[in-house]
């Protein structure tokens, strides 16, 4: 288990890798309708970069279980090491 603040930063990072936009800062409350550029094509770059970057594996289960950023950096929090 990680701290959820570094979760928080680390999992920034990555959002504005994928997202392109270095000026990106993330929520709890952000859902996929808040980020431009947030399809389907983007969450599964999103899932697989999360999980290189934290050497963790999430389930199908696990990954639409999720509601908003929040859960996502609770989740990370709770898998990663």
């Known amino acids: 288990m ?4 570094t979760a928080r930063l ?3 990072r990555v ?3 994928i997202f392109d ?3 990106l800062e993330i929520a709890d409350s952000m859902t996929a309708a808040d980020v431009e550029g ?3 094509l983007t969450h599964i770059d999103l ?6 970057e934290f ?6 289960a696990e990954v639409r279980a999720l509601k908003n950023v929040g859960d996502f950096v609770a989740l990370i929090a709770q898998k990663a090491r």
């Open 21 to 23: 936009d270095k000026s």
């Open 15 to 17: 959002f504005r890798d």
């Open 38 to 40: 947030w399809d389907s």
């Open 55 to 60: 050497a963790i594996k999430l389930s199908t």
């Open 47 to 52: 899932i697989v970069q999360v999980e290189r």
């Open 2 to 5: 990680i701290d959820p603040q």
């Open 10 to 12: 680390r999992l920034n």
